[in-house]
């Protein structure tokens, strides 16, 4: 148990980084492109530690075909919608709301795996929910009632949130399939197999990008990697109703961060919003 929750904390230590990289890449080279050469990286990383740890291609049924599908189309959703937001709001606003995922990865684990959440962990996946409601509701009025000008990534933050709420149960039901490192790549792959007629379809542009701009597009590949390796290694020693929470302490760290050193200052209804899904979160993990 602890090492998995040790795992879900190094999870969230390397997502807080991947948030301001991600943000990063995405105004450096444009969301979908950042989202696309980063994925591409993670793929070669995932599948050189598989490689490494002996993996091998396993033999797949019916129902893992669909477990598969299940999370491209999440994945693809959840990571599209995070690139986008961070390219265009606030990580003081957007992050909290996307920290809710937890809540959401929480319950289908109840359904899914059996997983069971004590009377606390239920009072924090209330908190959490009050607070992404929170913060939402102050960014809209932060924004001098302009609701069109911020809605777009807000609604790409509760995107990301249930996206990845969907996709971390269904990697922790595909890593006993092909292993905690390679269920990162094949996720990743199967993300892009679904991403790049869209992509073609709709002439968006994913040229390498050039001299400096890779620095974050890489960090961003690294670092999303590397929290996804922690949680799907962390799910293996610990139910996901407790390592998940644990991993989204990655708002917290975030938003002290755009705080600290981008200096954003949000209005007191969302840093209440902000504190309200962190307490709810710490609560979780109890």
Do not use: K
């Not at 995405?26 to 599948?47: D, H, K, N, T």
């Not at 302009?146 to 509760?158: N, P, Q």
């Not at 092909?178 to 002439?203: E, N, Q």
């Not at 929470?245 to 981008?262: G, H």
Request: proline letters at 4%; hydrophobic letters at 60%.
């Amino acid at each position: 148990m602890l090492a998995g929750m040790l795992l879900g904390l190094g999870a969230s230590a390397s997502w807080a980084l991947a948030n301001v990289a991600v943000q990063r890449a995405g105004r450096a080279v444009g969301a979908l492109r950042a989202l696309f050469w980063a994925q591409v990286l993670g793929i070669a990383m995932s599948g050189l530690g598989a490689l490494a740890m002996g993996g091998r291609l396993p033999a797949l049924t019916a129902a893992d075909g669909g477990w598969l599908a299940l999370a491209a189309v999440s994945g693809l959703a959840a990571y599209s919608c995070l690139f986008y937001a961070f390219e265009h709001g606030r990580l003081t606003i957007a992050v909290p709301i996307m920290s809710s995922w937890a809540v959401l990865s929480s319950g289908l684990s109840l359904l899914l795996f059996h997983d069971r959440l004590t009377a606390m962990q239920l009072v924090g996946s209330a908190t959490v929910i009050a607070g992404a409601v929170v913060v939402g509701r102050h960014a809209q009025l932060e924004n001098g009632g302009r609701v069109g000008a911020t809605r777009s990534w807000l609604w790409a933050s509760v995107g990301a949130a249930i996206g990845f709420g969907i996709l971390i149960p269904t990697m922790r039901r595909l890593t006993p399939v092909f292993g905690p490192v390679a269920t990162i790549g094949v996720v990743y792959a199967a993300d892009l197999v679904l991403a790049l007629p869209l992509a073609l379809w709709f002439r968006v542009g994913l040229a390498p990008p050039e001299g400096i701009s890779w620095l974050p597009v890489f960090l961003a590949g690294l670092l999303e990697t590397a929290g996804s390796v922690s949680i799907t290694l962390g799910m293996q020693r610990a139910p996901v109703a407790i390592v998940s929470p644990l991993a989204s302490l990655a708002s917290t760290l975030t938003v002290l961060y755009a705080w600290a050193i981008l200096r954003e200052r949000p209005a007191v209804g969302v840093l209440v919003g902000a504190a309200l899904v962190s307490v709810g979160v710490v609560v979780l993990a109890i």
